[in-house]
């Protein structure tokens, strides 16, 4: 939380829902309209706000007041402070659960998936998570290799993650990869893997939590060289073709929890 009480103050500019991750976790879901939808580690409420706009009843679950201070009131959100890993809630008073990014921010990932799943019963919970093993061969690591230490200490293997819920809540645990769309909004760690100039843009590494806890001279020479390789068009004579790509697999998967 104590993270996210910094990266917090600027959240609201570079962290917007994507409407096609906002399709996938309502299509995983799969709940009549009106179904009441817990989003844990719900930030600013972006994607809670989002879904709510489909016609679903939302419990934002947030445990820094920095973030869920900037959130926008929707008549169909209703805000809880809370950590994951102990929420205020009865047993099946929730239909599903989504967790967006958030996974690796919690103190224990065993206990809050435990508590999350007493909340939804027989409900699906959906995960939008990160998969470790893709992020040496991204070209952003060139410039900063914090994000493969970062990375490796942060997001266990997937299948991994997978295996622990299986266990935990004896439902099936379902692995579905999602490659980002070249015009990704929400602009988290690989968003710009075809536009590296967003990096350049104090307000996108704001919300990156790994800009954040990056060591600063390495966040200032890696800005630098970068800043020169755009200029001397050295990154687009490596990895140009990529913004002609329409899609890239930088390792973001959905993991869907239900029997």
């Known amino acids: ?63 820094s007041s920095i973030m ?43 206990a809050a998936i435990q508590e999350i799943n007493r909340l939804v019963g027989d409900g699906k919970i959906v995960i939008f998570a990160f ?25 266990p293997p997937i299948e991994i993650i997978a295996a622990e819920i299986r266990q935990i809540t004896q439902k099936n645990a379902e692995i579905i990869n999602f490659s980002l769309p070249k015009d990704i909004k929400d602009l988290f760690a690989a968003a710009g893997w075809n536009r590296p100039e967003l990096y350049l843009d104090p307000n996108v590494r704001e919300g990156i939590s790994s800009f954040a806890k990056m060591p600063i001279e390495e966040k200032e020479k890696g800005i630098k060289q970068l800043t020169e390789d755009l200029h001397n068009g050295s990154w687009d004579k490596q990895y140009g073709e990529l913004r002609t790509q329409e899609s890239y697999d930088a390792g973001y998967r959905f993991l869907v929890i239900g029997n």
């Open 131 to 155: 998969e470790q093993s893709k992020i040496p061969s991204f070209w952003l690591t060139d410039y900063f290799p914090y994000f493969i230490r970062d990375t490796k200490d942060s997001f």
């Open 1 to 63: 939380m104590t993270l996210y009480n910094s990266i917090g103050q600027g959240y609201n500019h570079s962290r917007k829902p994507d409407r096609r991750i906002v399709r996938y976790l309502i299509d995983l879901l799969d709940l009549p309209l009106g179904s009441v939808i817990a989003d844990i580690g719900a930030g600013t409420g972006n994607y809670s706000n989002a879904i709510a706009e489909k016609k679903y009843h939302v419990i934002a679950i947030e445990p």
């Open 68 to 110: 869920s201070s900037q959130a926008v009131a929707h008549p169909h959100v209703r805000w809880l402070s809370a950590k994951a890993e102990k929420i205020p809630l009865p047993d099946n008073s929730v239909d599903g659960a989504i967790i967006v990014l958030a996974l690796h921010h919690f103190s224990s990932r065993l």
